[in-house]
Nanobody
Framework: QVTLVESGGELVQPGGSLRLSCAAS????????MGWFRQAPGKEREFVSH????????YYSGSAQGRFIISRNSAKNTVYLQMNHLEREDTAVYYC????????????????????WGQGTQVTVSS
């Protein structure tokens, strides 16, 4: 059972950048598909980005496309979310999620498709 720990969230001005990290407790390469979700106060958890177990395929929400980049470092068992041109609407708690590629069913866009979650890291975009 993999454990996920996010970091990197902080207060940033509109237009700024942040890089979030998600450190996994075990090997993720060729094993786990990884995703980033976010949840703003009073709203449902929403999909942000996904990367396949090999790193060959990535997916983005409409709001993330063109501004965010997901990547993974297999040697460090870590997934990153580089967020650029941040907007106030990006303010939320960001969660890292994982699912075994062998056990994956459903859609990468749905939280219910992922079996493991981190505790979240707060991103606040404000001047």
């Amino acid at each position: 059972q993999v454990t996920l720990v996010e970091s990197g969230g902080e207060l940033v001005q509109p237009g700024g950048s942040l890089r979030l990290s998600c450190a996994a407790s075990e090997r993720i390469h060729n094993t786990y598909m990884m995703g980033w979700f976010r949840q703003a106060p009073g709203k449902e958890r929403e999909f942000v980005s996904h990367i396949s177990e090999t790193g060959d395929s990535t997916y983005y929400s409409g709001s993330a496309q063109g501004r965010f980049i997901i990547s993974r470092n297999s040697a460090k068992n870590t997934v990153y979310l580089q967020m650029n041109h941040l907007e106030r609407e990006d303010t939320a708690v960001y969660y890292c999620a994982a699912v075994s590629a062998r056990k994956f069913t459903g859609s990468v866009y749905y939280p219910s498709s992922y079996h493991y979650w981190g505790q979240g890291t707060q991103v606040t975009v404000s001047s």
